[in-house]
């Protein structure tokens, strides 16, 4: 009997494990799918947690895999760039607009004979392009009565007496911020934006108006007014409401971070002045977080599938809802605007009235390259590089070639001083325009050697010294330093440097400070100290990423 | 007398077999088979496999017909003691058919939003020999392919704007007077410089259907005609040009009716002024775009081309290998259950014209009368003659040759 208990037992235990095998029950360990996703930085706070509430449902393809999404934020055009060079190869892209599709679909196509993004993909959130600006400074410009657009930003920018003409002396010039079009989603909007306003025209702009005086003088006049470009919408949204209105009289963002800043005034987490979305006048682009599926050979049909299953949850109305939170608009029309996107929160639901045509991907290119070429405005640079004995190895090598990497990046127009500092300070190259010497600079800066004390506070102070003398005011005016140890020989003491440097009495158009430090020795927080005291940034550097920090400096420029 | 050990052993054995048997019967009954413990009924006895139906649907139906899913799934439909599961699945209308011919796609069932597909792919299956022993579809057998619902192509615009625009009544030219609006007009030119250019949008003939009926529309009304729409119409050069102006100017040809419509009111009256998508789509979103920009902006008035082009919305069981008789009939099921009065009178809450024309458009809580003030109008001007099939095909090369190449 007890024999054949056992064999029932047996049995019933091998009936039920067919019966849940058949029924896909993870009894055994099962596979997983990863789904690399690069996405726009702006909707980070929105996405993140939603990706982690995800991943923990542990859902599954057909096959069984559980989905695990991996998201990476990225500028936007150069994730686009990226994917086309294979640098990042992403199962969905999401950049913030669909304004670069066309152009990295065409880069793609030179390659591969077929498109990389097919079809029109869903939007996950909407968020117009707008210019935030100080609502007094706003109201001083005639808003909310008022409209204001391209034009009146052209106006104030050529304006000798900046913001004395509204009766407002004390708020100076007029600081635009808008971040790097070849890297950022709003910096190219911003200048395809001032493109059409510079033709006059609304949509059809075609490579001919390009041509026109008009359009490149328009261009130039609102670029006049730049502080500095960058990276990222998000930094820029972040410069601009933590340094206040001396820094930035205005900067090109999107509606939801506005809305965001907002939020956080309003509850008393920010102390700022309240800040406003202004739709410009002309006509505006909007931002609609494309949720591309890439047509590349890398995506199996199991990653598409998975793919195509996180896009449902996030189309799904709970994750839409939560959009309104971050100031984004949802893409399901069924949900209604409510606050934050209300005028409390200085954002305009029934806004913007109308909006610029995206144009094709050639006249695209070609107003990145006219901006580069011309509308851009130059930086004066100093260099500074450490050579101390320290330096010595990998170290010095690396510091050499990615410098290099670095002056490739910069424009004919821009103006450049190479100053090595160790027990001595020596000008490699004196401030002058880079299209005459770069290819002597790049041999110079290749034949650097090391050795001896570090005499960094001293080396900034001459920079700084050098810039207030030979700078252009009329040019972005910016020191990169480059350090891996503390100072150990200077004349000057840290805090004597601070109350040179620190001093923000032209806010935004000051003198930035970008700090590189370099390997584990580097003194981090005298860094950082000297770079925010200027409203610049400190960066981590070693050997192997010191590239990607150079390249990361570059956009501000 | 006590029994004996070995009429004990023999009872044991009935009592058993009887117990056995009661506990099958119970299982296998559904009504009863519901009531027993679940991880033991479907180790003894798996549930039936469901027969799955695998439905291709054109997106501008899409919330009627997720009701009616609902609706059918809640009567425990069954064929051959298996219960019926659907999968649906959104396609655009020449998509559709165009992945049954190349094979990409094996529906069951499909719908696409006109008869004009179910021709198209009627025509082209019957000369793919080489794949289909018989045309995949049949517009004769109403058994199995029928229209469900009916909806007119119609334009539709901002209220405020229309007002500005046209007014109430664009006349017998509206055409015409569409195509001097986005080629040689801007808002300026009423006196409404903050709203840019005139942004018009419709659906891209090649991909979807309304936009290929509102292309068909504006062709004739070029002409000033309603019927005999012939190939040297189409090639008439005067014509193309006007044309090839016209699809240079619009602002969007998107790629599906439902989700262009779902764009236009998530963006706004900034993205687009006016826009050709289906008399029932517009309904469907009256209230959304209300809802997002209020009274003021949001409203949308629902313009009447001065001819009609219906879209009819067949559903057709596909006659191919990969579908199997029991799908064929739980497929027919649903397409019977679709025409029912019950779904008829559904589909008009979603503001599309039921085929059971016993059914009044202006039945209590129809949105034809709740509508009225944005320009419903019950009863539809004449429809124009669908050209025909070679007809058809030049207008659409046409377009791919020279409007948006």
Known sequence: MKKHLQHLSLMLLLVMLTSACQGGLPIIGGNSVVVPMYYGSEKEEWLVPLVEAFNAQKNKTEAGSTIVIEATPIGSIESGDKIVAEEIKPVV?????????????????????????????????????????????????????KTLGWSDIADMAVSEEGWAAFGYPEWGDFKLGHTHPNFSNSGIISVIAEAYAGAGKQRGLTLEDLAQDRVIEFMTAVESSIIHYGESTGFFANRMFDLGPSYLS?????????????????????????????????GTFWSNHPYIILNAPWVTDEQREAAEMFEAFLLDKPQQLKAIEYGFRPADPTIPLGAPLDEQHGVDPLQPQTVLEVPDGEVVVAIQELWRSQAKKPVDLMVVVDVSGSMEGEKISSARASLVEFIELLD???????????????????????????????????????????????????????????????HIRAIVVLSDGADTASKLSLDQLMVQVGNLSEGGKSTKIFTIAFGRDASVDILKRIAESTGGRQYDGDTKTISDVYAAIATFF | MPPT???????????????????????????????????????????????????????????????????????????VGRPIELVLEKSGSREMYLAVLDGTAEPDLISPASQLQIALLQDLSAARTDLFRTPVVNQNDIE???????????????????????????????????????????????????????????????????????????????????????????????????????????????????????????????????????EATAIEHIENAIARYGEEQG?????????????????CVLNADWVAPEEAEAARLFLNFLTDKEMQELALTYGFRPVDTSIPLDSPGSPFLRYLDSGLELTLKPEVAVPPGNVLDTLLTFWQRAVRP
Request: contains cysteine.
């Open chain 2, 144 to 278: 199995n392919c029928r229209p469900v619902l009916e909806t007119p192509v119609v334009l539709v615009a901002w209220k405020n704007r229309a007002d500005v625009l046209w007014g109430n009544d664009p006349n017998g030219r509206m055409w015409l007077r569409l195509h001097e609006a986005v080629t040689e007009q801007n808002w300026d030119s009423f006196g409404h410089p903050e709203w840019g250019y005139i942004k018009f949008g419709q659906t891209n003939p090649l991909k979807s259907n309304s936009g290929f009926q509102a292309m068909v529309l504006m062709t004739y009304n070029y002409f000033q005609k309603t019927d005999n729409l012939t190939n040297n119409d189409v090639l008439d050069p005067g014509f193309q040009e006007w044309y090839t102006e016209f699809g240079r100017n619009v602002a969007k040809f998107g790629d599906s009716t439902g989700t262009f419509m779902e764009e236009i009111v998530a963006y706004g009256p900034s993205q687009y002024d006016i826009v050709a998508v289906y």
């Open chain 1, 412 to 474: 004919d127009r821009d103006r450049l001083e190479v100053i090595l500092f160790s027990n001595q300070l020596t000008t490699l190259s004196e401030l002058s325009a880079l299209g005459e010497k770069r290819a002597d600079v790049m041999r110079r800066v290749s034949g650097i050697i090391e050795g001896g004390d570090t005499r960094l506070y001293d080396a900034v102070q001459f920079a700084y010294d050098e810039l207030r003398a030979k700078g252009d005011p009329d």
């Open chain 2, 299 to 315: 409203g949308l008035r629902i313009y009447y081309p001065p001819a009609t082009s219906m879209s009819d919305h067949p559903f």
């Open chain 1, 93 to 145: 892209w999401s950049p913030a607009s669909s304004a670069y599709v066309p152009v990295t679909n065409e880069n793609w196509r030179r390659i591969h004979a077929e498109d990389l993004v097919v079809g029109t993909p869903n939007d996950l959130v909407l968020s117009p392009v707008v210019i935030a600006m100080w609502r007094p400074m706003a109201e001083a410009l005639g808003w909310p009565d």
């Open chain 2, 5 to 79: 050990p070995r009429l004990n052993k023999l009872l044991l054995i009935l009592y058993g077999l009887a117990t056995l048997g009661v506990l099958i019967a119970a299982l296998v009954s559904p009504e009863i088979r519901a009531l027993a413990y679940a991880p033991l009924r479907d180790i003894i006895i798996p549930p039936p496999k469901p027969v799955v139906v695998h439905v291709l649907y054109s997106t501008e139906k899409a919330a009627w017909i997720t009701e009616a899913v609902d609706r059918f799934q809640a009567t425990r439909p069954r064929v």
């Open chain 1, 250 to 282: 205005a900067a090109v963002m999107y509606e939801n971070l506005v809305a965001a800043q907002e939020t956080k005034r309003l509850s008393g987490e920010a102390s700022q002045l309240p800040v406003v979305a202004i739709y410009p006048k002309e």
